[in-house]
């Protein structure tokens, strides 16, 4: 099934697309949708949700080890190293270069290594969605499947996917079951360190719960990056901050990934797609007055996150740097959509955000196959 793998991406966003579509129309035309009732949809679980999980998993993790996918080809050749070395250097990610070194000792082939990685990658979104959504996790997670980047860091930035993937479940714990957060936390620390500013983002929330004020430190964060061009880049780089142990010239613009979006300078398309969850959560915390603990954490960790991408947002990795926000889009979205019992013209709120989600998704794969 090999030469399947050029047309992965194509079958992956086209799936993601019309049933996205598929969803969003079922909303808009129904007069009356009795599972998006408070009490029902907090109750239960999702029909069909693991089922389809399972086969995403599969169809993503038994891919070929080709370059096909980007970064795949570089962690197949990782893995070869691993099995033949004497003694294959982990100087970094311990847990996620140790676990790869288990496998590739063991005579297990990549693919079994790349399905760990997926499994762990679908299934710890597929997990929040049923979490949060109850019976209509399902939905949310087609919407997930369908959001800008996530097929991406399932099969090209599978570390940082992985990493961001396990930080899922410490943002869900915290304050509920704190030891499982920590746990979750360090396991995502020590597959890519730069879950350690989601981690921090995190702990940050546990202090400071005002979202005003982490709105105000984002335009403060905002203006900086606008005042200091590559300043802050350059002091986080030397500072080790951006640093996850590659050698510095990796950050610079050598090799650059120029697939998505602007191509240098200020990245004020980047800006612009970021900024959404943003003012959605400043709408419904602050406007709305929508008081809930587990979407003010989502929202006040957005919201750090990004502000430290607007401070190096002129890096070559920057798509991947604001992926440590962006993992938490659709989340963000559809939770008080889904919450806010009595919210107006929710139907179409809902349908708008899901066709809207897989709209711009689709229209970027289409503009990355042009260019």
Request: glycine share 8%; net charge positive.
């Amino acid at each position: 099934m090999d030469f399947l793998a050029p047309y992965y991406s194509a079958l992956v966003y086209n799936l993601a697309f019309f049933m996205s579509i598929g969803f969003a129309l079922s909303y808009a035309t129904s007069s009356r949708i009795p599972s998006l009732k408070l009490q029902q949809t907090l109750s239960g679980k999702a029909t069909g949700l693991m089922p389809f999980a399972i086969l995403i998993t599969l169809w993503w993790g038994l891919r070929p080890p080709t370059y096909a996918f980007g970064d795949t080809g570089n962690y197949a050749l990782f893995y070869k190293q691993a099995a033949t070395l004497a003694k294959y250097p982990i100087e970094s990610d311990y847990l996620f270069n140790t676990i790869m070194v288990w496998f590739a000792k063991a005579g297990w082939s990549v693919r079994w290594w790349f399905l760990l990685i997926e499994v762990v990658y679908i299934f710890c979104h597929a997990k929040m969605c049923e979490k949060l959504f109850g019976r209509q996790a399902l939905i949310a997670f087609i919407a997930v499947l369908s959001a800008f980047q996530f097929y991406s860091f399932g099969v090209n930035g599978i570390r940082n996917g992985m990493a961001v993937a396990l930080m899922l479940p410490a943002i869900y714990y915290t304050g509920r079951r704190t030891w499982m957060a920590v746990i979750f936390g360090l396991m995502a620390i020590y597959t890519h360190s730069s879950a350690m500013l989601i981690a921090g983002a995190l702990g940050l929330t546990l202090l400071v719960k005002d979202t005003r004020l982490y709105l105000l430190g984002w335009l403060l964060c905002l203006g900086g990056a606008l005042v200091g061009g590559t300043y802050f880049e350059t002091l986080f780089l030397t500072g080790g901050l951006i640093d996850s142990g590659h050698e510095a010239s990796y950050y610079l613009n050598e090799n650059a990934d120029m697939s998505l979006f602007s191509r240098t300078g200020f990245r004020w398309d980047f800006l612009l797609y970021g900024l959404v969850p943003v003012l959605w959560g400043f709408y419904f915390i602050v406007k709305q007055d929508f008081k809930d603990k587990t979407f003010g954490r989502l929202v006040n960790i957005y919201i750090t996150c990004n502000a430290f991408w607007l401070l190096v947002n002129q890096n070559w990795l920057s798509n991947r740097i604001a992926y440590l926000s962006w993992f938490l889009y659709v989340f963000i979205l559809l939770y008080p959509l889904f919450r806010m019992q009595y919210l107006r013209h929710r139907q179409t709120w809902i349908a708008a955000t899901i066709a809207g989600n897989a709209l711009f998704t689709y229209f970027m794969f289409l503009i990355g196959k042009l260019l």
